[in-house]
């Protein structure tokens, strides 16, 4: 019995001892992490004394690592380590790396013969050049009308250096895009690029060209968009809206080839400068993807652009015709005419009823003056091919009318516009 009991009593210090030493063991080790998390904030606190009074490089300096340069990406912070010529590349860099190997060789290189037979005796060609892109692996490129307009020959080069004669498929001579093709041989090898979303855009974004300025190959340059929506006037008076203006230096040679956003994906065709000496000065300006888009897809599918127009016989005003008339508006474009049970009839367009000779023509006088399409002021006929430029028949727009000295709103559905109705225009 005694045995027992002794037993019993070894048993219960044994198990004392077990337990005692067991709490020693936890007490140390959450006094030693208390330690350690104090330790870890004090170096925290002392870390950051540094970082703000040396910047990361002095901080890294101190720690033993000499530092040559930080470059701050979009993706984290890139540090450039020793001898400048191990140096890798920047975020930044790599990116713009990645674009061009994977677009430049879509864009191709564009030579034009037109020949001028303006001389008596001889047809003198004159050649020039621009930039195109493929946009189908059966040839399809797309670049600007004005690169290729008159063009008797039409020569492209590929990024291989093998050289194709183009043919013309058809043009949008209103947003300056063209589709041309060649006939690639069975072996090469064409890259295409596809049409992003201009209408997604920022101010600010990031956007890569590549063209081939003054005849050199898929050269390459970067910028910012710097406005959007902007409308530019061309060389025959019209207004090109929507246009997208970017820092990117656009030069001649450029014209015709793929504005790229950083996915790759062309959101311009890049078409013309504003400078006072003919080369960049930061006013640059490309056709939006969206609108060149729509325009290669009628191009492509029917071989022409179908817009939509307004089924009336318009006059533009002109200062005689206000004073005969009496007008209070001096600008917009007077309905001569209407096509009776037309859609603009329908609408409650009114055409004039009073018949003068004007000029060579005969015009009708007391019709409603259109001064507004859409938002988009109308002074003269640029202005209404201008609002009707990317439209198509059946869309409905928005006309203000001046009407016997108040403003009357209308919503006019468009018909097709054709050769006919355009010879209406009195010019």
Request: proline share 3%; aromatic share 8%; charged share 15%.
């Amino acid at each position: 019995m005694k045995i027992k009991n002794r037993f019993v009593l070894v048993l219960i210090i044994a198990g004392s001892l077990v337990i005692a030493v067991l709490a020693g063991i936890v007490l140390v080790r959450w006094t030693n992490a208390i330690s350690s998390k104090q330790r870890v904030q004090e170096l925290r606190t002392a870390l950051k004394s540094v970082l703000d009074t040396y910047g990361e490089k002095g901080l890294l300096e101190m720690a033993g690592v000499p530092v040559d340069n930080i470059y701050y990406g979009e993706s984290g912070v890139s540090l450039f380590l020793g001898d400048q010529a191990a140096w890798t590349y920047s975020n930044d860099e790599l990116q713009n790396i990645s674009i061009f190997e994977a677009s430049n060789r879509a864009v191709v290189h564009i030579e034009t013969q037109v020949t001028d037979d303006s001389s008596y005796f001889d047809a003198v060609p004159e050649s020039d050049t621009g930039s195109g892109f493929f946009i189908s692996a059966d040839g399809l490129i797309v670049t600007n009308y004005h690169v290729i307009k008159d063009a008797s020959i039409i020569t492209v080069s590929l990024y291989d250096g093998s050289v194709y004669e183009a043919q013309l498929i058809g043009s949008d001579d209103e947003n300056d895009i063209a589709v041309i093709k060649i006939s690639p041989t069975s072996d090469a090898k064409i890259s295409i690029l596809s049409f992003g979303d201009s209408d997604s855009l920022l101010v600010g974004q990031k956007v890569i060209a590549i063209g081939n300025p003054f005849g050199y190959d898929r050269t390459m340059v970067t910028g910012i968009i710097s406005g959007l929506s902007r409308p530019i006037r061309d060389e025959a008076g019209r207004v090109m809206l929507g246009m997208v203006q970017t820092s990117a230096p656009i030069n001649p040679g450029n014209s015709g080839g793929p504005l790229l956003n950083t996915k790759g994906q062309v959101i311009g065709i890049n078409t013309s400068i504003y400078s006072t000496s003919g080369t960049s000065q930061g006013m640059n300006f490309a056709v939006a993807s969206n609108t060149a888009a729509a325009s290669v897809n009628d191009i492509v599918n029917f071989g022409r652009v179908s817009r939509g127009w307004l089924d009336i016989v318009p006059v533009q005003l002109s200062q005689s015709i206000v004073d005969y008339a009496g007008l209070k508006v001096s600008k917009g474009l007077l309905v001569s005419q209407i096509v009776p049970g037309g859609l603009a009839d329908q609408a409650g367009l009114k055409a004039g009823t009073q018949q003068v000779r004007y000029g060579n023509s005969v015009i009708y006088l007391g019709g409603d003056i259109i001064t507004e399409i859409n938002g988009i002021s109308i002074s003269d006929y640029n202005d209404l091919f201008s609002a009707l430029s990317n439209t198509k028949p059946g869309d409905s727009v928005q006309v203000m009318v001046y009407r016997s000295g108040n403003t009357v709103r209308l919503n006019i559905t468009l018909v097709e516009r054709t050769e006919e109705n355009l010879s209406w225009i009195n010019r």
